[in-house]
Nanobody, 115 residues
Framework: QVQLVESGGGLVQPGGSLRLSCTASGSIFSIGVMGWYRQAPGTQRKLVAYITTSGSTYYIDAVKGRFTIARDNANNAAYLEMNSLKPEDTAVYYC?????????WGQGTQVTVSS
């Protein structure tokens, strides 16, 4: 059974940076699109960024120019570098395939941007 584990979240001041990591227990990163999602309190989980196997990337407008997604297929890992963080980036962040596979959702990692 594949398990995704997210880490790297925390409390950061506006304008700060965080680097999120996602690791998998199985070799799921070598095939398909990997994405980072987030869910703020009272809202639905939504896709923030994704990266294809060839390295093409997509970002929602709200994070474009501030976030960078990367993947390391050999080490079954994905990353989300987040810079110039804003209070509206506060959410629980998850990684998963795109579209998300229900059995793969992990616990996520909390990102809180506050002064």
């Amino acid at each position: 059974q594949v398990q995704l584990v997210e880490s790297g979240g925390g409390l950061v001041q506006p304008g700060g940076s965080l680097r999120l990591s996602c690791t998998a227990s199985g070799s799921i990163f070598s095939i398909g699109v990997m994405g980072w999602y987030r869910q703020a309190p009272g809202t639905q989980r939504k896709l923030v960024a994704y990266i294809t196997t060839s390295g093409s990337t997509y970002y929602i407008d709200a994070v474009k120019g501030r976030f960078t997604i990367a993947r390391d297929n050999a080490n079954n890992a994905a990353y989300l570098e987040m810079n110039s963080l804003k209070p509206e980036d506060t959410a629980v962040y998850y990684c998963n395939k795109v579209p998300g596979i229900r059995e793969y959702w992990g616990q996520g990692t909390q990102v809180t941007v506050s002064s």
